[in-house]
């Protein structure tokens, strides 16, 4: 069964972001390399096991909120399901290199949510 595997939260100013869920949560925050500034997030459950990871950027649109990503074996052939279940694709198909390919969606009642497929990654890399 599709489960969230990751999730995205937009901030204003992610520094005073970061340090509001790690005080509140605990939550650890690492910078990728890359043109724009986004964090991983880490997560943990109350027994201290790893929880869904997150991430952290910038926000685009003062509008933009928290996307939820499920993870799917097939993007491709679940962007088809959304259409065909009457869901939008708000942000087509894209490759995160390192991680896999997401795509943003709405459901019928216009909820946000995104699609996350793994690629198999050597053990030295870090997953999402």
Not at 87 to 112: H, T
């Amino acid at each position: 069964m599709a489960t969230i595997v990751h999730f995205d939260i937009p901030a204003e100013n992610p520094e005073r972001a970061q340090e509001f869920y790690t005080k509140l949560f605990g939550w650890k925050f690492t910078m990728l390399p890359g043109p724009e500034p986004y964090y991983l997030i880490e997560t943990k459950d109350l027994q201290g096991k790893p929880g869904p990871g997150g991430g952290m950027a910038k926000k685009s649109d003062p509008q933009q909120s928290i996307t939820n990503f499920i993870g799917v074996s097939s993007i491709d052939d679940s962007i088809q399901k959304v259409k065909q279940s009457g869901g939008k694709v708000k942000q087509e198909k894209q490759s995160i290199p390192g991680f896999g390919f997401l795509a943003v969606c709405s459901d019928p009642e216009n909820n946000i949510f995104g699609l996350f497929e793994e690629t198999p990654q050597p053990e030295n890399k870090k997953q999402v």
